[in-house]
C-alpha cells in the first residue's frame, strides 16, 4: 500500500531558469547571492540543479534544524564538502559521520573551557601588536591585515609561536588560492577539474605546500613529547577512551587532517568576520561611536584583556550581528544516507541538501529589516536557534565557535580602541562570494582616535538605544521569557550548547 500522505522529491518546485545540461551553475556563479535571495518566497524547499544532478534547498528554520539535528541520516557531503576533503581530507569539520563520534571527542579537549583564557591572551597581544602597526592615515587592505593578525594568532594557539616571516608568507598567499578556487571547483563538471590548466597548477601546488607545512610541524612535535601547552600538544596526547577498535589516539594522518582544518577555519573565517565588522561600523558610525565609548569605559586606557569580555556586550553585539549578514559559510550540503521523510517529502538515499544561512537570517519574516545592521536587535534575548545558525547546529556544529568568537570581540575591541575606521570611496562593497563571503580587496582608512574629551554623553551612548518602538525578532520573542546570557561570555549571546546531542 502506497502512502499518499508524503510527496516526493519531484513534487517539489524547480527554481525557475534552469539550462540544458548546466541547470542553475552559471546564476549561482554570476551572482550567488542574488540567486539564493530570489529562491526566498520559497517557504519551505525548493529543487536546484547542479548541472545534471539536482539538489534540494531547505528554505525553512525549523526543516533546517531537523537537518542538522539528524546527521546520522544527513550527514556532511555533498559538492562543497567534496570540494573541502582536498585539502583537509576527513578533518573533524568534513569527516563522515562514522568518523566523527570518535574525532570529536579526541578533539574536545583543545576547547575546553578552561583552556579558552590562555588562546584570550594570545588573541588579545596579536590585537594589540596589529592595531599598533598601523599608522594614522593609511587605507588598509583590511582583509590582508585580518590574515595576518588570525594567522599570527592560529599559529601560536596551535603550535606555541609563529611561523617564520617567509612561511608565514607563503601559507597566506597559499591559504588565499586555496579558498578562493573551492566554489568554482565546486560548480565545475568533474572532468573539467582534472584538466591542468595554470589555475589548476596554482592550486595543486598551494595545497601541497601547505600540507607540507603542516606535516613539518607534527613531525617536529612528534619527535619532542613535551607538552608546549597549545592546540597540537593537546592533539598528540588526547586518548579516547571509548574506542572500540583500540585506535585510542589520533594517527598522524588524523593529526594532519585536524591540524589543516583548525589551521584554515581558525584563520580564515575569523579574519573575514573581523574584516565584515570592521566595514560595518566604518559604514555605521553612530554604533562605531558607542563601541568607542565602551571601549573607553572598559579598558580604561589599558589594553585589552580576556578578563574585560564580560563587559564588552557592545563589541559582543556587534560579532553576532556581523554573523548574521555575513554569515562566512553561506551555503552547506548535506548528503543523504538513506531514504528518508523531511517535511512531508520522500527523499532517496544519495540526495543532495543545500542549507544556506545567508538566506535565512535575511529573511524579513525572521528579522525585521534584514539588510539593516543592528547590533541591538540582539539586546536582552538569545537567537532563536533555528533562525540563526552561523556555526550551525546539533553534533556537528562548529568546535571553534568560543574560539573564534573570542578573538573577533578582543580584536575588534583593540582595533577601536585606537582607532576610527571610515570607508574609502562611495561605492556599496560586495561580497566575492567563493565558499565563505569573502571580504577580499576591502579597503578602510584609519584615523587615530582622540582619547581627550570623552564625557558623559558618550558614555551615555554606549547604552542600547531603545527598541520600543521596532518589532521584535523572533529571536527575542522566544527568548524574553529566559534569562539572558551573560554579556561577553564567550563572545555572542548565543546559547552554544545543543540538547540531546554531543557537546
Known amino acids: 500500500m502506497t502512502d499518499t500522505s508524503t510527496a516526493t522529491a519531484a513534487s517539489v518546485p524547480l527554481a525557475p531558469r534552469a539550462l540544458p545540461l548546466l541547470g542553475h551553475a552559471l546564476p549561482l556563479l554570476r551572482d550567488p547571492l542574488a540567486f539564493i535571495m530570489s529562491l526566498s518566497g520559497y517557504r519551505e524547499m525548493v529543487r536546484v540543479r ?118 608565514m608568507r607563503r601559507a597566506l598567499a597559499d591559504t588565499s588560492t586555496i579558498v578562493t578556487a573551492f566554489f568554482r571547483r565546486m560548480m565545475t563538471p568533474a572532468l573539467l577539474r582534472r584538466v591542468p590548466t595554470p589555475r589548476k597548477r596554482r592550486y595543486d601546488q598551494a595545497r601541497n605546500r601547505l600540507s607540507a607545512t603542516i606535516a613539518e610541524i607534527i613531525a617536529e612535535r612528534r619527535a619532542d613529547p613535551t607538552d608546549h601547552a597549545d592546540l597540537l600538544s593537546t592533539l598528540v596526547g588526547a586518548v579516547d577512551e571509548e574506542s572500540r577498535d583500540g585506535q585510542k589516539q589520533l594517527s598522524d594522518t588524523e593529526l594532519a587532517d585536524e591540524a589543516l582544518t583548525f589551521f584554515l577555519g581558525g584563520m580564515e573565517t575569523t579574519a573575514i568576520t573581523l574584516a565584515w565588522a570592521t566595514h560595518l561600523l566604518a559604514t555605521n558610525p553612530d554604533v562605531q561611536h558607542r563601541l568607542r565609548a565602551e571601549t573607553h569605559r572598559v579598558l580604561a586606557g589599558g589594553k585589552v584583556d580576556p578578563a574585560h569580555l564580560p563587559s564588552l556586550d557592545l563589541a559582543a553585539r556587534v560579532v553576532t550581528e556581523t554573523l548574521r549578514l555575513y554569515p562566512p559559510a553561506w551555503m552547506m550540503t548535506r548528503a543523504v544516507r538513506q531514504d528518508t521523510e523531511l517535511g512531508g517529502v520522500r527523499l532517496k538515499g544519495g540526495s543532495t541538501i543545500v542549507l544556506s544561512p545567508y538566506l535565512l537570517h535575511r529573511r524579513p519574516d525572521l528579522y525585521p529589516e534584514p539588510d539593516r545592521f543592528d547590533p541591538d536587535r540582539w539586546a536582552g534575548g538569545q537567537p532563536d536557534r533555528a533562525a540563526y545558525i552561523p556555526f550551525g547546529a546539533g553534533a556537528r556544529k562548529c568546535i571553534g565557535d568560543q574560539f573564534a568568537l573570542t578573538e573577533a570581540i578582543l580584536a575588534l575591541t583593540a582595533i577601536v580602541a585606537r582607532w576610527e575606521l571610515t570607508p574609502v570611496g562611495d561605492q556599496p562593497f560586495r561580497p566575492k562570494v567563493e565558499t565563505s563571503l569573502s571580504s577580499r580587496g576591502l579597503r578602510l582608512r584609519i584615523s587615530e582616535r582622540r582619547t581627550s574629551g570623552t564625557g558623559d554623553a558618550e558614555l551615555h551612548a554606549a547604552t542600547p538605544r531603545s527598541t520600543s518602538a521596532q518589532p521584535s525578532t523572533p529571536a527575542q520573542s522566544a527568548t524574553s521569557a529566559q534569562p539572558s546570557t551573560p554579556p561577553g561570555t564567550g563572545g555572542c549571546p548565543v546559547k552554544h550548547e545543543e540538547s540531546g546531542v554531543m557537546p
Request: aromatic residues 8%; contains cysteine.
Open 50 to 167: 547542479l548541472g545534471p544532478s539536482t539538489a534540494m534547498l531547505i528554505c525553512d528554520p525549523d526543516l533546517t534544524r531537523q537537518v542538522f539535528l539528524n546527521d546520522r541520516v544527513f550527514d556532511k557531503g555533498g559538492p562543497i564538502y567534496d570540494r573541502i576533503r582536498e585539502v583537509i581530507g576527513d578533518g573533524l569539520s568534513t569527516c563522515p559521520y562514522p568518523l566523527h563520534r570518535r574525532q570529536r571527542r579526541l578533539c574536545q579537549p583543545s576547547f575546553h573551557p578552561t583552556r579558552l583564557a590562555g588562546y584570550g591572551a594570545v588573541f588579545a597581544r596579536a590585537a594589540e601588536v596589529k592595531a599598533a602597526s598601523w599608522r594614522d592615515g593609511d587605507i588598509l587592505d583590511i582583509t590582508q591585515e585580518m590574515m595576518t593578525l588570525t594567522t599570527r594568532a592560529t599559529m601560536e594557539t596551535m603550535f606555541s609561536g609563529s611561523l617564520p616571516a617567509e612561511t
